[in-house]
């Protein structure tokens, strides 16, 4: 090789080493980049010149230099797929434990700053105080005013929960709005990086882009993902396809017409309909089919199924305001459906609250009404013409009364036949004892004080025969129905609490450790920095080397 030429191997170290140094310069200006991947510099030998050939150990051959041959990003595929995968579930927890976290607050301070356990507390204590003098107009005027107050916290409570349950269905419309967004975006990339790629470059940046996507998109539901020859990645997220072969498959969301709750479905999967003027809809009983959640399936990490903070909003928002008869398996129709509780109701964290909040609240009003009605009853036995607790139409008093009465009524198996209307928000106080409390009076015909009813009213609130729902035994009182509710939801919220602090040290370890191999150290980066300046120098030096040799050549020897 001559000294002309020899120049050349100089110069692509020069050029090899100036890549390298940008590379370098790249990597450390992007350091606090989301999304970041730390991008190597590869380096490979030019051919060779064979100048003569004799024993295969002793061929004579020249270098040509060295070659920048791809700048390439450091990824581990193995850590991306458990980072993914455990991120989706710690974020399917985060929103179990927020969602029960708010449904604490609500059910401490709901109302005014004011526990609603005063408000049982403040019955309990009116009743007693009652049953003490029944025939105080005082007595009776504090009795029916403490149920008046009861109720309007018993519905600022219930109120509370329904309106939690609105918002989270928002969010549930929000993430799908995103998600189609991110895979609209998916696929933009898909064909950048493509373009890119078709050449001699190497889309790193497009790509970082991408995998911060899945990222994101992990956290929202499981999600399947493999890169073809050409560059694109194909995406299947809950099973189905999401991005594939050039083409997005939407995710759409299905309105009920009579709560206003959103369900994910495919749209490519969905069975249209065309009403009278041609313009297409989705009947719910074909919903089914294209449905993105399957939310009866049992919630597992054996089964990956506690994957996605969407399906976490699903499940913890349920589909509708849940009420006290569905305990029984009454369903929203009014229909009894056998396990209707556990696969409906039990599997949603608000709609198990309302309904056994609601419960308690049906229990105590229709308890009270019940037994001024056998007091009514109970005296007019013994004189017909009694008036006794009945108001001016001959009617026995009821405290409570519906604000609409549609004259429903449940049938369980067994016969026993439930008057339906007497839940939370349908409740208000006979305006005649609000407005008049001493015509309850307690007093019989022959003007002695009714204690009967007080007692009866007593042993209501201490009679130990009610259950949070059907998958509870142990019977509690209405005095500690209310406190085993919240320490229901405080027990849940420990354990969604703890499950979710152990994901989140999960996610940390491999967050951790993905970030040893795409992360940028800077201190790794100003090494690299003084290594690749040293080779360009070096390069220098062996070029102004060779310039030296050729100008004495030349000059000197005049050759």
């Given at each position: 090789?001559?000294?002309?030429?020899?120049?050349?191997?100089?110069?692509?170290?020069?050029?090899?080493?100036?890549?390298?140094?940008?590379?370098?310069?790249?990597?450390?200006?992007?350091?606090?980049?989301?999304?970041?991947?730390?991008?190597?510099?590869?380096?490979?030998?030019?051919?060779?010149?064979?100048?003569?050939?004799?024993?295969?150990?002793?061929?004579?051959?020249?270098?040509?230099?060295?070659?920048?041959?791809?700048?390439?990003?450091?990824?581990?595929?193995?850590?991306?797929?458990?980072?993914?995968?455990?991120?989706?579930?710690?974020?399917?927890?985060?929103?179990?434990?927020?969602?029960?976290?708010?449904?604490?607050?609500?059910?401490?301070?709901?109302?005014?700053?004011?526990?609603?356990?005063?408000?049982?507390?403040?019955?309990?204590?009116?009743?007693?105080?009652?049953?003490?003098?029944?025939?105080?107009?005082?007595?009776?005027?504090?009795?029916?005013?403490?149920?008046?107050?009861?109720?309007?916290?018993?519905?600022?409570?219930?109120?509370?929960?329904?309106?939690?349950?609105?918002?989270?269905?928002?969010?549930?419309?929000?993430?799908?709005?995103?998600?189609?967004?991110?895979?609209?975006?998916?696929?933009?990339?898909?064909?950048?990086?493509?373009?890119?790629?078709?050449?001699?470059?190497?889309?790193?940046?497009?790509?970082?882009?991408?995998?911060?996507?899945?990222?994101?998109?992990?956290?929202?539901?499981?999600?399947?993902?493999?890169?073809?020859?050409?560059?694109?990645?194909?995406?299947?997220?809950?099973?189905?396809?999401?991005?594939?072969?050039?083409?997005?498959?939407?995710?759409?969301?299905?309105?009920?017409?009579?709560?206003?709750?959103?369900?994910?479905?495919?749209?490519?999967?969905?069975?249209?309909?065309?009403?009278?003027?041609?313009?297409?809809?989705?009947?719910?009983?074909?919903?089914?089919?294209?449905?993105?959640?399957?939310?009866?399936?049992?919630?597992?990490?054996?089964?990956?199924?506690?994957?996605?903070?969407?399906?976490?909003?699903?499940?913890?928002?349920?589909?509708?305001?849940?009420?006290?008869?569905?305990?029984?398996?009454?369903?929203?129709?009014?229909?009894?459906?056998?396990?209707?509780?556990?696969?409906?109701?039990?599997?949603?964290?608000?709609?198990?609250?309302?309904?056994?909040f609601d419960q308690l609240i049906n229990a105590i009003v229709t308890k009270i009404n019940d037994i001024l009605?056998?007091?009514?009853?109970?005296?007019?036995?013994?004189?017909?013409?009694?008036?006794?607790?009945?108001?001016?139409?001959?009617?026995?008093?009821?405290?409570?009364?519906?604000?609409?009465?549609?004259?429903?009524?449940?049938?369980?198996?067994?016969?026993?036949?439930?008057?339906?209307?007497?839940?939370?928000?349908?409740?208000?106080?006979?305006?005649?004892?609000?407005?008049?409390?001493?015509?309850?009076?307690?007093?019989?015909?022959?003007?002695?004080?009714?204690?009967?009813?007080?007692?009866?009213?007593?042993?209501?609130?201490?009679?130990?025969?009610?259950?949070?729902?059907?998958?509870?035994?142990?019977?509690?009182?209405?005095?500690?129905?209310?406190?085993?509710?919240?320490?229901?939801?405080?027990?849940?919220?420990?354990?969604?609490?703890?499950?979710?602090?152990?994901?989140?040290?999960?996610?940390?370890?491999?967050?951790?450790?993905?970030?040893?191999?795409?992360?940028?150290?800077?201190?790794?980066?100003?090494?690299?920095?003084?290594?690749?300046?040293?080779?360009?120098?070096?390069?220098?030096?062996?070029?102004?080397?060779?310039?030296?040799?050729?100008?004495?050549?030349?000059?000197?020897?005049?050759?």
């Amino acid at each position: 090789m001559s000294l002309m030429s020899s120049l050349y191997l100089g110069v692509s170290g020069l050029q090899t080493s100036n890549n390298a140094l940008n590379t370098t310069a790249h990597n450390m200006s992007n350091m606090d980049t989301i999304g970041y991947t730390r991008q190597q510099v590869a380096q490979s030998t030019m051919g060779y010149i064979t100048i003569s050939k004799g024993a295969k150990t002793n061929w004579k051959q020249l270098g040509l230099g060295v070659q920048y041959s791809q700048t390439r990003q450091v990824r581990d595929y193995f850590l991306d797929q458990n980072y993914r995968r455990e991120s989706g579930r710690n974020a399917f927890y985060e929103v179990s434990y927020n969602a029960l976290e708010e449904i604490e607050n609500i059910l401490g301070e709901s109302y005014e700053g004011h526990e609603f356990s005063e408000g049982i507390t403040d019955l309990w204590t009116a009743v007693q105080e009652l049953s003490k003098d029944p025939a105080n107009a005082v007595n009776q005027n504090l009795f029916v005013t403490r149920a008046y107050e009861f109720i309007q916290r018993a519905d600022a409570v219930y109120t509370s929960l329904t309106e939690y349950q609105d918002n989270m269905n928002k969010s549930v419309r929000t993430q799908v709005e995103q998600i189609n967004m991110y895979a609209q975006q998916l696929e933009a990339l898909n064909r950048q990086v493509s373009r890119v790629e078709g050449g001699v470059e190497h889309a790193n940046d497009l790509r970082d882009q991408r995998n911060y996507i899945l990222d994101e998109l992990a956290k929202m539901g499981s999600i399947e993902y493999e890169e073809d020859i050409f560059g694109y990645v194909s995406v299947r997220f809950e099973g189905a396809d999401l991005v594939k072969g050039g083409l997005v498959n939407t995710m759409s969301l299905y309105t009920d017409p009579n709560t206003g709750y959103y369900t994910p479905y495919w749209e490519m999967y969905a069975n249209y309909e065309f009403d009278e003027n041609g313009d297409k809809y989705l009947p719910k009983e074909n919903l089914a089919s294209s449905q993105v959640f399957n939310l009866t399936r049992k919630i597992s990490t054996e089964s990956n199924t506690d994957i996605g903070s969407l399906k976490g909003l699903l499940l913890a928002r349920g589909d509708h305001h849940a009420q006290a008869q569905e305990l029984k398996d009454i369903n929203a129709d009014g229909v009894y459906e056998e396990s209707w509780y556990d696969r409906h109701i039990s599997q949603s964290l608000i709609m198990n609250v309302e309904a056994e909040f609601d419960q308690l609240i049906n229990a105590i009003v229709t308890k009270i009404n019940d037994i001024l009605r056998e007091g009514a009853e109970a005296e007019t036995k013994a004189y017909p013409n009694s008036t006794y607790l009945r108001d001016s139409d001959g009617n026995p008093y009821q405290l409570f009364q519906k604000v609409i009465d549609d004259g429903s009524k449940y049938k369980l198996p067994d016969g026993t036949v439930i008057e339906g209307g007497w839940n939370v928000g349908n409740l208000k106080i006979n305006m005649d004892l609000r407005q008049n409390p001493a015509l309850l009076k307690f007093r019989r015909r022959e003007s002695s004080e009714d204690n009967d009813v007080t007692e009866k009213l007593k042993a209501a609130f201490e009679e130990s025969i009610y259950t949070l729902n059907p998958n509870v035994k142990t019977p509690v009182c209405f005095n500690d129905y209310y406190k085993n509710l919240v320490a229901q939801v405080g027990n849940s919220g420990y354990v969604f609490g703890d499950i979710m602090d152990n994901q989140t040290v999960t996610v940390d370890a491999l967050c951790n450790a993905r970030e040893q191999i795409v992360g940028v150290s800077s201190d790794e980066e100003l090494t690299n920095m003084i290594m690749f300046q040293n080779a360009y120098n070096a390069s220098s030096r062996y070029i102004n080397v060779i310039s030296e040799m050729l100008e004495h050549i030349i000059n000197t020897l005049a050759v």
